[in-house]
Each structure stands twice: as C-alpha cells, then as structure tokens.
T-cell receptor
C-alpha cells in the first residue's frame, strides 16, 4: 500500500526553467492538495482539487499551475522557476476534504 | 486573521520525562483540529483529529486534548523514537472549501 507517491524526490533547476512535480495516490481519495513547506513557516496550500475535474487556488498559487489528470493523479507545474520557489513540496490527499490528510514524502526543489 | 501558534518551538526531554506541547488557535468556526508527526525528510503523518471541546484521543504514549482555544499533545514517558516535529492544524469552512491552517510545529528531541 503505497499511499501518496511523489516524484522526483530532489530537483535542482536554473532560474527560468520549467518542471512538473508528479503525485499519485492509490487510496481512491477524492481530494488532493499541493503544499509547500519553508523553514519557520507552516505548510502553505498552493492549489487543491476537491474532486476529479476541479482545481482551485490556495494561499500561494502565483507561479504555479496544476492538472488533475484523473482521480489518482495531481501534478504541479512551475512554468518559469524563480529562487523564491526553492522549497519542499508535499502532495496530500483525503477521502472527502474533511479530516486528516495523507501526505507524500515530498520533493525538495532548489532553484539557482 | 486566522492563526495557529505552537509552543514551544523546540523541546528537549530525557527519556521518561513527560511533558506537553501546546497549540493555540483563533479561527471563526472550528471544524476539526489535527495533530501530525513529521520525521526529518519525510511528509507529515496523521495522528489525531479532535472535533469539539472536551474531546480526547490517545495513541500509545500520546494523548491529545481540545479546549475552545487550544489543544495539548501530552507525551507520557517518551522514548527516543518519539523524537520528531509535531504539527498542529485547524480546519474551518471557507466558502466552498474546508480551509486548513498549519502551525510551524514543535521539534521534540528525546534523549536516552
């Protein structure tokens, strides 16, 4: 039982490059989320998908786009990476949007 | 502004020395309060959900309690394997979305 799988685990980008972070869950959850975690700050929501076919902005969406490819997969795209996007990114899922989330193991992204 | 404040930021305990972590919150309408454990380099792991004042949940050496303004995570006779960062989060309705706000965590170190 894998839970929430994120790829890649580590990535270094140059300023202006683009990349897509992948996330897949095998728990048949309806809701999926992308968070970033920075030192001294709580987890901050970038985008979420309450159900397949819907996506909405969270607290810090600027510079990011998302795609809910199907019920299992939710990807996060950085179109033109900036040093301010250096962070650890976590994908999470929940069955209904209420209650606790299941998190992936994270992607550590460095933009130079 | 909604806030979740955790204290202390860091706590160092001797093995067997019981203590409590605090999570105070100010939200307009609490739907749930969550505790997570996060190990270095890993994603947060869900521990408990508390829904109403007076509620308590237990798991091994951990016990979570909730009042109208704060929650405590009591750690009884901790062991070195309890060392981790403990995150608190609160959920409240926000439009059509169940908004979740995370605290910055308490880093617990248990020394043998």
């Amino acid at each position: 039982n894998a839970g929430v799988t994120q790829t890649p685990k580590f990535q270094v980008l140059k300023t202006g490059q683009s990349m897509t972070l992948q996330c897949a869950q095998d728990m048949n959850h309806n809701s999926m989320y992308w968070y970033r975690q920075d030192p001294g700050m709580g987890l901050r929501l970038i985008y979420y998908s309450a159900s397949e076919g819907t996506t909405d902005k969270g607290e810090v969406p600027n510079g990011y786009n998302v795609s809910r490819l199907n019920k299992r997969e939710f990807s996060l795209r950085l179109e033109s990476a900036a040093p301010s996007q250096t962070s650890v990114y976590f994908c999470a899922s929940s069955e209904t949007g209420f209650g606790g989330y299941t998190f992936g193991s994270g992607t550590r992204l460095t933009v130079v | 502004e909604d806030q979740v404040t955790q204290s202390p930021e860091a706590l160092r305990l001797q093995e067997g020395e019981s203590s409590s972590l605090n999570c105070s919150y100010t939200v307009s309408g609490l739907r749930g309060l969550f505790w997570y454990r996060q190990d270095p380099g890993k994603g947060p792991e869900f521990l408990f959900t508390l829904y109403s004042a007076g509620e308590e949940k237990e798991k091994e050496r951990l016990k979570a309690t909730l009042t109208k303004k704060e929650s405590f995570l009591h750690i009884t006779a901790p062991k070195p394997e309890d060392s981790a960062t403990y995150l608190c989060a609160v959920q409240e309705p926000s439009g059509g979305y169940q908004k979740v706000t995370f605290g910055t965590g308490t880093k617990l170190q248990v020394i043998p």
